[in-house]
């Protein structure tokens, strides 16, 4: 049996306390430039990694839907050029959800693996990877199996989406972790639905991220997780699970809906439990991009661009 791997250290911080960026995204917005804000306003990535280091990019494929279900693949791109310029290799990782099995038709069906193919980076099955007992120790779980590929990874950058869920009250960067769990202990999770919100908090001892990201432009937020659609139009940035987490629930609270996050905030329990493992902090700083309150008009009178179009 394996024992956990070192906690990685929240290097996105300030006066003690996990930076969360937030960067606001409007429709029509170019995603590369919203990513990198986020990553400049944590500090840039050389503060966790160098070039020439090996990324292991986990986002959310787990059924054949579209986002928030599902992570975009503009969003997905945005990531991997940032990573693929600062000149570090990129490998993304995924295994689906077990109601839409197998992996690889729901890659085909979200059409990854041309965009994948457009960067160079390969894709890793992680049904198929060679699977590791690791030993958690925790309160619900003793061990639990991962993929050899997520478990020996340097560097983990984990895209997320937010939405609320059925069984895990919502889904963000901590319930990423299902994601890699071996199924057999999917089917433990499930089969008690009174833990099972604990039990994917604890998966995250296993290992943990670098750096995740959270796209928050188009969101769910009734008891099911489908639509009808909310739109926060922000993306985020942060070291910290539960902090980055925290906000996404946050965010999600301010739309009134029947669901299971309209709760006492102590009482969320993949938040709880992260924290209580201290994988991650509810004390955060959130550090924001301004608004968009530039318009078009205002472009018009600017002397930069009157200057390029030749009207001055």
């Known amino acids: 049996m394996a024992p956990v791997r070192p906690r990685k250290e929240n290097v996105f911080t300030k006066d003690g306390k996990p930076l969360v960026a937030k960067v606001p995204h409007y429709n029509g917005d170019y995603m590369p430039f919203t990513i990198r804000k986020a990553v400049e306003l944590l500090g840039g990535l050389d503060k966790t990694m160098k070039p020439g280091d ?9 059924c054949s839907f579209a986002t928030p279900l599902s992570t975009d693949l503009a969003y997905l791109a945005a990531v991997i050029e940032l990573l693929q310029d600062y000149g570090v290799k990129v490998k993304v990782a995924e295994m689906c959800g077990r109601a839409d099995w197998p992996t690889e038709k729901v890659v085909q069906n979200l059409e990854v693996i041309p965009v994948l193919k457009r960067y160079g980076v390969p894709f890793i099955c992680l049904f ?149 493992h201290k994988l991650g902090s509810t004390d955060y700083t959130v550090v924001e991009a301004p608004g968009h309150e530039r318009t078009e008009e205002d472009d018009n009178r600017d002397p930069a661009t009157l200057a390029v179009k030749g009207l001055k």
């Not at 090996?54 to 787990?62: A, D, E, G, Y």
């Not at 910290?240 to 969320?268: C, G, H, M």
């Open 54 to 62: 090996t990324v292991i990019l986990k986002p959310n494929f787990n």
């Open 128 to 276: 198929e990877d060679e699977w590791v007992e690791v030993d958690i120790n925790g309160k619900y779980w003793q061990k639990i199996h991962v993929p050899r590929t997520m478990y020996e990874a340097d560097h983990r950058i984990y895209c997320a989406n937010m939405r609320t869920h059925s069984a895990g009250r919502y889904s963000c960067t901590i319930k990423l972790g299902v994601g890699w769990l071996h199924p057999d202990d999917r089917e433990i999770m499930h089969s008690d639905r009174t833990k099972s919100e604990s039990m994917i908090a604890e998966i995250n001892l296993a290992f943990q991220p670098d750096l995740v990201f959270v796209d928050g432009r188009r969101s769910t937020i009734e008891w099911a997780g489908r639509g009808p659609y909310v739109h926060p139009n922000v993306v985020m940035a942060s070291g910290d699970i539960v902090a980055a987490d925290s906000e996404a629930v946050k965010i999600l609270r301010t739309y009134p809906a029947e669901n299971r996050i309209q709760i006492p905030f102590d009482e969320i329990m993949q938040i709880t439990t992260a924290a209580m």
